[in-house]
């Protein structure tokens, strides 16, 4: 199944070890006695879903090797090692490449470049990220089903969290995860400030959202970095995830995205959208470390802002105020 495909590894901390299809939890002092199905859920985070699945499972949930039941109690020191749950997959493996930011048992974070769908759909089967990435961890002995935790348009590039199994997904959709996105808008923006407009889907398009009293709210806060005369480079955090939300924002001020002509950009600079998902932070699903995660604007972007005299952009260094 090998073939000539580039896997990226961006950053230091990559753990290359194969999962082996477990999770474990050690129980603390402070949940000594209890029962193990309150243990797993209040505690650990386990869905009901989940649990559910693991007991159908021949030795789904194990004690030192042995089958544990829902009503069985635990005690400080025991490692409660559960399986995982396997799912189809229907996701066509395809040869691609991807830039692997993070890696390890439970987690992968990718640094996707602008034009790649994350998902497949009815035009897109087989020239996403899910497609790429199925063939990548097949090539590893492991096979997953996709689950994207934050979602970015296919024409925006950056950092995309997937999670390996249903229970580190449920468990980071239950965080606010910390994203910060940059921008380059067309027009010179206040310094800084707040969009606090309700965004609703448009009844004459599939695609384009609209600013309605009726949409559901949605809330952006934005940073002007620099500019010349005729365009920011912007810092953008969203207390929300709306479906186009930064492009209907700042559409709706009168500051469209470079390239972004869906809401009212050119692409004189850019043949997309200028957006760019350039920083994470979250706490691991299992471990529950903090976590921080950075990459660099891509060159399409990058050729504008050297324009405006910054030759490099280092998003480490923008800390969002």
Excluded: W
């Amino acid at each position: 199944m090998e073939e000539n495909c580039n896997y990226k590894i961006t950053s230091d901390i990559y753990d290359s070890d194969n999962t082996d299809g477990k999770i474990s939890f050690l129980v603390g002092e402070e949940n000594s006695g209890q029962l193990l199905k309150t243990f797993l859920r209040c505690e650990c985070g386990v869905s009901a879903r989940t649990f559910t699945k693991l007991k159908k499972i021949p030795l789904g949930i194990t004690r030192k090797g042995q089958l544990i039941k829902a009503n069985d109690k635990v005690f400080s020191g025991d490692e409660i090692v559960l399986k995982q749950v396997r799912e189809d997959n229907e996701i066509l493996p395809v040869c691609g490449d991807i830039d692997i930011v993070y890696e390890d048992s439970y987690i992968i974070i990718i640094n996707k470049p602008a034009h790649m769908p994350v998902h497949p759909t009815k035009i897109h089967q087989e020239n996403t990220l899910a497609n790429y990435l199925r063939y990548y961890s097949l090539n590893k002995g492991e096979d997953f089903t996709f689950r994207a935790v934050n979602r970015i348009d296919k024409d925006t590039s950056g950092l995309v969290l997937i999670a390996k199994d249903r229970h580190c997904a449920g468990l980071l959709q239950k965080q606010n995860i910390y994203k910060e996105y940059f921008a380059l808008c067309q027009g010179i923006l206040p310094e800084s400030g707040t969009i606090d407009k309700p965004i609703k889907k448009s009844e004459n398009s599939t695609m384009l959202r609209i600013i309605s009293e009726d949409g559901d709210q949605a809330v952006t806060h934005f940073k002007r970095i620099c500019n010349d005369e005729s365009c920011s480079l912007v810092k953008l955090r969203l207390e929300t995830g709306r479906t186009h939300q930064i492009r209907c924002h700042m559409s709706s001020i009168g500051f469209p995205l470079e390239g972004d002509d869906l809401y009212g950009g050119n692409r004189k600079k850019i043949s997309r959208q200028a957006l760019h998902c350039g920083r994470m932070r979250f706490s691991h699903p299992i471990s529950r470390e903090s976590m921080e995660f950075n990459c660099k604007v891509p060159a399409d972007m990058e050729k504008i802002i050297s324009l405006m005299n910054l030759y490099e952009i280092n998003i480490e260094n923008m800390t969002f105020l």
